[in-house]
């Protein structure tokens, strides 16, 4: 079965450091996308970054990165000089078939002034 | 529009009721999904539709719940006679193909409480 799972509930990080966000995942397919979506107190979720699985070169988007591990299945999330507008709920997702989404239970990300 | 909108943005009702829920996607996307996220939780995949396609409703909850589309525009989710457990954010998005590689726009969702 294909999932997706996210096992820290919560993070703290102080203003300007550096939390990683981690999230594993089950698939037998051999090319596909991943994603990072990131749910403010607002509700809506925001795409933060999304990885090709057949490229080696991990995504970044500005002060956020991924760190890849194909053979792993493995797909974390790095936020470096945390702001306190990171503060959020992050959701890893992996599309399972053409359209439906798998997302993770999320963690929730505090960053302390 | 320039973002997906939902409406109501809070919906409460008594128990046995029916409601509608609303999504505007994107203009111009094909493709439109509903999840519903109860309180602590990931994302439940519910049902998409792509154009004047048959939308798939694998992941609805039980019969009580349906949604229609009319081609690329404006969606409604209806749950009749609600029970305390459908209590959750539903949240709508949309995207440009119904494809795994595209990213899906979401809507703020309605927070649905049935008492």
């Known amino acids: 079965a294909q999932t997706v799972t996210q096992s820290q509930p919560e993070m703290s990080v102080q203003e300007a450091e550096t939390v990683t966000l981690s999230c594993t995942y089950d698939t037998s397919e051999s090319d596909y996308y991943l994603f990072w979506y990131k749910q403010p107190p607002s509700r809506q979720m925001i795409l933060v970054i999304r990885?090709?699985?057949?490229?080696?070169q991990n995504a970044t988007e500005n002060r956020f990165s991924v760190n890849f591990q194909k053979a792993a299945k493995s797909f974390s999330l790095k936020i470096s000089d945390s702001q306190l507008g990171d503060a959020a709920m992050y959701f890893c997702?992996?599309?399972?078939?053409?359209?439906?989404?798998?997302f993770g239970t999320g963690t929730r990300l505090k960053v302390l002034a | 529009g320039a973002g997906v909108s939902q409406s109501p943005s809070n919906k409460v009702t008594e128990k046995g009721k029916d409601v509608e829920l609303r999504c505007d996607p994107i203009s111009g996307h094909t493709a439109l999904y509903w999840y519903r996220q109860r309180l602590g939780q990931g994302l439940e995949f519910l049902i998409y539709?792509?154009?004047?396609?048959?939308?798939?409703k694998s992941g609805l909850p039980s019969d009580r719940f349906s949604a229609e589309r009319t081609g690329e525009s404006v969606s409604t989710l209806t749950i009749q006679r609600t029970q305390q457990e459908d209590s959750a954010v539903y949240l709508c998005?949309?995207?440009?193909?119904?494809?795994?590689?595209?990213?899906?726009?979401f809507g703020p969702g309605t927070r649905l409480t049935v008492l």
């Open positions: 990885q090709e699985a057949y490229k080696q």
């Open positions: 998005a949309s995207s440009f193909n119904l494809l795994s590689t595209d990213t899906q726009y």
């Open positions: 539709f792509q154009g004047n396609s048959a939308p798939d």
């Open positions: 997702a992996y599309p399972a078939g053409t359209y439906k989404y798998i």
